[in-house]
C-alpha cells in the first residue's frame, strides 16, 4: 500500500500502518546514523581482510598485515628480557655477597627469587616460607646447614639426602628403635634428657639417667651440650625451634625411627642464576645471616 | 490625560523571539539568532567580567611560584604523572583529595547561595559558554557587522564578499578555539617547557588530542551551538528553576507599567486610551542571544545577562521615561511594585534564613578547609602487618614480627626521620637485612616529596609477651623539626606460648 498521507503537525509521511487509530510516522534514520552505519561495514570487511578474523576448521584467516597478539606478547617478552639482561648479566658475574650489597640487584634477585619461590618451593616450605611439620621454616634464624648466603645457595642447589646428586647434604641418625640400638626404656630416658636441655623435663630420675645414653649415643653429632652441629645437619636441641614437634611422643618416636627429610636438588632443573636470585631471596626472609 | 512616552524616537525592530514558548516545537529546526549589539551598565560589566574571567584563565598557568629546587615552579599544576596537585604554597597529595572535594561543595552550595540571592548570575556572566559565545559574537560583529548586516548576508547568495567574510569569521573563531584547548594543557605539565615541546611536535599525544578535542567543542559550542547548549545539554537551568524563590533576583519586565505596549502612543493618547511605556520597540528581543522575548516573563532559557535591561533602559532614556521597565527584581518586589507600594528593588532579600544557611555552611566548610590546610602534617605513615606468616618464632624463643612501613614525606625537601616503636615491652626493632638499632630507634631519610617503603622486624623477647595480640604503635618522627606521627598497629604471638 502506498501512501502520501502527510501527518499535520510535522509534516512527515505517515507509513500508512495504523494502529487503534494511531498512525505510524515514516521517520527514517538520521543521515549521519545511515553514514557511519556504512563505514562501520566497509571498516569492517578492510579489518577482516587486515586482521586475523575468520575462524576455519583448523586454523584462522592470517590477515594481510600478519597481525596476531601472541606475536606482540613475544615481542613484549623479548623486550622485557633484553631489559632484564643487564642484571642477569651481572648476577651471573658477581658473587652472591656482593650482589646482596647492589640496592638495584638485590632489589631484582629477591623479585626474582621470590616468583621462582613460588612456583617451586611452595609446595614444601609454604607461599610465606612458615614450612610445617617436617619442612623447615625459612623466616627464622634455625639453619639445619647453615643460613650465609653461599650455605642456603649449596642447598639449593644440591638438595639433601637427594640420591641423584652427588654433592647432596647428606647425614644419617639412626633409628634407635627400629635397628634395636637402644630399649624402649632407655629411649624415654634420653628423650626426657633431650626435654631437659630446654627445661621442659617433667622426670628428673628418667632426665639423669638419659644423660649417659645421651653422651655416648647423640653427642657425636648433636654435641655436649646438644647446640647441634651444620656440618652435619643436626639441629640444635635446645632452642625453641622443632622441625618436628617437641612434645616427648614426637621426640621419642623421632629417636626410635629417626627422620630422614629430603629435598630435591633443584640444580638440575634450575639455571644457576635462578638459584642465586632464590638464594638471595630466602636470605632476605629475616633469617639469613 | 495620560502622557505616553515619545515613541516616534524609537525605530521598531523587525525581531522575533525565535524561542519564545508557542514557538517551542519538538519539530522544528534551530532558527538562527542574531543578537544585536547593545550597551549600559550591564553590557561593560560582562566586557569587564570576560575580560577577568579569561585573564585568569590564559594566565593562571603562567605563574611561578619557588618551592625550591625539588618541586616544580609553577603556580597552579596538576601534576597527573607524579599524581600531585600544586596551587600557590598549597601541594596536595592523592590522599588528600578531601580538600578537592571540599572545595567542590563549596562551589555547589555557593552556586546555591548566589542563585537564591541574585539568580542565574553564573549563567548569565561567568559561565564559559557564556564567555566563549560573547567573545565570538565579538568576532562576528567585527567581520560581518552588527545584526542586520548578518541577517543580510546569512540571506544572501554566496559571493566571494560573503566567502571572504565567512572565511576570516571561521578562521578566527578556530584560532580562539584553538587559543582555548591549548592554554588548558599548560595546568597539567611545566607551561614553558611543554609550550615549546608543542610548538616542536614533541609533545606527548595526549597534549594534541586534549588541545584536538577542546579546540572541536569550543567551536562548536560557541560557534554553532551556541543558545542550544544552555538550553538543551546544560542541567543547571533545570537545577537552577528550582532553586529559585520569590526573593532571588531574575530579570523581569514590569509590566504593570509597560502595559498595554503600544507602537501608536499619540493616536492612543488621543483616544484617552491607557498607555504603558513599552513601546513595542523590540530592542529587548533583538538583544536576547537566547532568542526569546523577556516581556513574556520568566522562562526557561533566560540566562539573566540583562542585556534587555540595557537595551530598554536606552529606550526609555530616549523616550523620557524613567530607566527599569525591564529590571532586576525579586518576585516579591515585583508584588509590591505592581501594588503601588514602592518602586524600588530593595537588597532585604538577600538576608533571610535561606540565604544565610547557605553562607554559613559555605563559611563553615571554607573555614574548615582553611584550618585543617594551616594544620594538617606533611609527614604520614602506614603500617602494614605481615599477614604470611603471621609472627616466626626464633631459636630463641623470642617471637619476630615483621611490619612493611611507608613513610611520606611531603615536604619539598629531603628529611630523615626516627622510627621507633612504643608500647611493647623489651621489644627491639631492626630494618630488614640490618641489625637491630642499638639506640632502639632506626634513622630514616626519605627523598623530598616521596614515599619510602621499608620493612620493619620487631622482636620482641619470650619473657615478655603476654597475650596473643599487643597493641602498640610505631612513632616516626621529624629529626629535625618537632613533627610526629604515630600508628597503632599489633604484635601476635602464637596461643599458648
Known amino acids: 500500500m502506498t501512501s502520501t498521507e502527510r501527518d499535520p503537525v510535522s509534516g512527515t509521511e505517515t507509513t500508512g500502518h495504523v494502529w487503534d487509530g494511531i498512525k505510524e510516522l515514516n521517520t527514517p534514520l538520521p543521515r549521519w546514523w545511515i553514514r557511519t552505519f556504512y563505514v562501520t561495514i566497509i571498516w569492517a570487511v578492510g579489518y577482516c581482510i587486515a586482521y586475523p578474523a575468520v575462524p576455519l576448521i583448523n586454523s584462522v584467516t592470517n590477515g594481510v598485515l600478519g597481525y596476531s597478539s601472541r606475536a606482540e606478547v613475544a615481542v613484549e617478552l623479548t623486550k622485557a628480557k633484553a631489559a632484564q639482561q643487564k642484571y642477569r648479566d651481572k648476577i651471573a658475574k658477581l658473587s652472591l655477597a656482593e650482589i646482596r650489597k647492589d640496592k638495584d640487584l638485590f632489589q631484582f634477585a629477591v623479585a626474582g627469587g621470590r616468583s621462582a619461590y613460588a612456583v617451586n618451593c611452595v609446595q614444601c616450605h609454604g607461599s610465606g616460607a612458615v614450612g610445617s611439620t617436617g619442612y623447615p621454616n625459612l623466616n627464622d634464624d634455625e639453619w639445619l646447614w647453615g643460613g650465609n648466603l653461599e650455605q642456603i645457595a649449596i642447598t639449593i642447589a644440591h638438595g639433601i639426602r637427594f640420591d641423584e646428586d652427588e654433592d647432596t647434604r647428606i647425614s644419617e641418625m639412626p633409628a634407635f628403635g627400629s635397628d634395636e640400638i637402644l630399649t624402649s626404656p632407655q629411649i624415654n630416658d634420653t628423650a626426657e634428657y633431650v626435654l631437659s636441655l630446654s627445661s621442659k623435663s617433667t622426670d628428673g630420675i628418667a632426665a639423669r639417667n638419659g644423660k649417659t645414653l645421651y653422651a655416648e649415643n647423640c653427642a657425636p653429632c648433636h654435641g655436649e651440650t646438644g647446640a647441634g652441629n651444620r656440618e652435619l645437619g643436626a639441629p640444635s636441641l635446645r632452642d625453641a625451634i622443632w622441625l618436628y614437634g617437641s612434645d616427648k611422643k614426637t621426640i621419642v618416636e623421632t629417636i626410635s625411627k629417626s627422620r630422614k627429610g629430603v629435598m630435591p636438588a633443584w640444580g638440575q632443573r634450575l639455571d644457576p642464576l635462578t638459584i642465586k636470585q632464590l638464594a638471595v631471596y630466602v636470605h632476605s626472609l629475616g633469617g639469613g645471616e | ?497
Open chain 2, 1 to 497: 490625560m495620560t502622557v505616553g512616552p515619545i515613541s516616534d524616537a524609537v525605530d521598531r525592530i523587525d525581531a522575533e523571539a525565535v524561542n519564545s514558548k508557542e514557538k517551542r516545537s519538538l519539530y522544528k529546526a534551530r532558527v538562527k539568532i542574531f543578537p544585536k549589539r547593545t550597551a549600559g551598565t550591564f553590557r561593560s560589566l560582562k566586557w569587564h567580567i570576560m575580560a577577568v574571567t579569561l585573564a585568569i584563565y590564559y594566565v593562571t598557568p603562567w605563574l611561578r611560584w619557588d618551592r625550591g629546587p625539588y618541586a616544580p615552579d609553577q603556580a597552579v599544576l596538576v601534576d597527573l604523572a607524579n599524581r600531585r596537585f600544586y596551587f600557590f604554597s598549597i601541594e596536595i597529595w592523592p590522599h588528600e583529595f578531601i580538600y578537592i572535594a571540599g572545595l567542590l561543595i563549596m562551589a555547589g552550595i555557593g552556586l546555591f547561595l548566589v542563585t537564591s540571592t541574585v539568580g542565574r548570575a553564573w549563567c548569565g556572566y561567568t559561565c564559559p559558554q557564556t564567555v566563549w559565545v560573547d567573545l565570538f559574537l565579538v568576532v562576528e560583529r567585527w567581520i560581518e557587522g552588527d545584526r542586520n548586516a548578518r541577517i543580510k548576508l546569512d540571506k544572501a547568495p554566496w559571493s566571494s564578499a560573503k566567502v571572504r567574510k565567512r572565511l576570516a569569521k571561521h578562521i578566527i573563531w578556530l584560532i580562539i578555539a584553538l587559543a582555548t584547548g591549548g592554554a588548558w594543557i599548560f595546568y597539567f605539565a611545566d607551561a614553558p617547557t611543554l609550550a615549546q615541546n608543542f610548538l616542536s611536535f614533541q609533545a606527548p599525544f595526549v597534549a594534541y588530542s586534549t588541545v584536538a578535542i577542546l579546540t572541536a567543542t569550543t567551536y562548536v559550542f560557541a560557534g554553532f551551538m551556541r543558545e542550544q547548549v544552555c538550553t538543551y545539554m546544560c542541567p543547571w537551568p533545570r537545577i537552577q528553576a528550582a532553586m529559585l524563590d520569590e526573593d532571588s533576583l531574575v530579570v523581569t519586565y514590569n509590566d504593570y507599567r509597560g502595559e498595554p505596549r503600544s507602537r501608536h502612543q499619540k493616536k492612543q493618547s488621543q483616544l484617552e486610551a491607557p498607555i504603558g511605556d513599552c513601546v513595542d520597540c523590540n530592542q529587548c528581543v533583538a538583544v536576547c542571544p537566547m532568542g526569546i522575548d523577556i516581556r513574556d516573563g520568566q522562562q526557561l532559557e533566560c540566562i539573566t545577562c540583562a542585556l534587555c535591561i540595557d537595551a530598554c533602559d536606552n529606550v526609555m532614556e530616549k523616550v523620557g521615561r524613567p530607566r527599569g521597565l525591564i529590571s532586576y527584581a525579586t518576585l516579591t518586589d515585583y508584588n509590591h511594585s505592581a501594588a503601588g507600594q514602592t518602586s524600588k528593588t530593595t537588597f532585604s532579600s538577600f538576608i533571610r534564613p535561606r540565604t544565610f544557611i547557605y553562607f554559613g555552611l559555605w563559611s563553615l566548610i571554607g573555614l574548615a578547609i582553611f584550618a585543617t590546610l594551616l594544620t594538617r602534617d606533611r609527614l604520614d605513615l602506614s603500617v602494614l602487618h605481615d599477614r604470611n606468616p603471621v609472627f616466626v618464632r626464633l631459636s630463641d624463643g623470642s617471637i619476630r614480627n615483621g611490619y612493611t612501613i611507608k613513610i611520606l614525606n611531603m615536604e619539598a625537601r629531603p628529611r630523615l626521620f626516627t622510627v621507633r616503636i612504643d608500647g611493647l615491652p623489651g621489644a627491639i626493632i631492626a630494618q630488614a637485612g640490618l641489625s637491630a638499632s642499638p639506640t632502639g630507634q632506626l634513622y630514616i631519610d626519605v627523598d623530598p616529596d616521596k614515599q619510602r617503603q621499608i620493612k620493619v622486624y620487631v622482636t620482641q623477647p619470650k619473657g615478655d609477651i603476654r597475650d596473643a595480640r599487643t597493641a602498640f604503635s610505631f612513632l616516626v618522627k621529624d629529626r629535625n623539626g618537632p613533627e610526629q606521627v604515630r600508628h597503632e598497629t599489633a604484635f601476635h604471638a602464637p596461643d599458648g606460648r
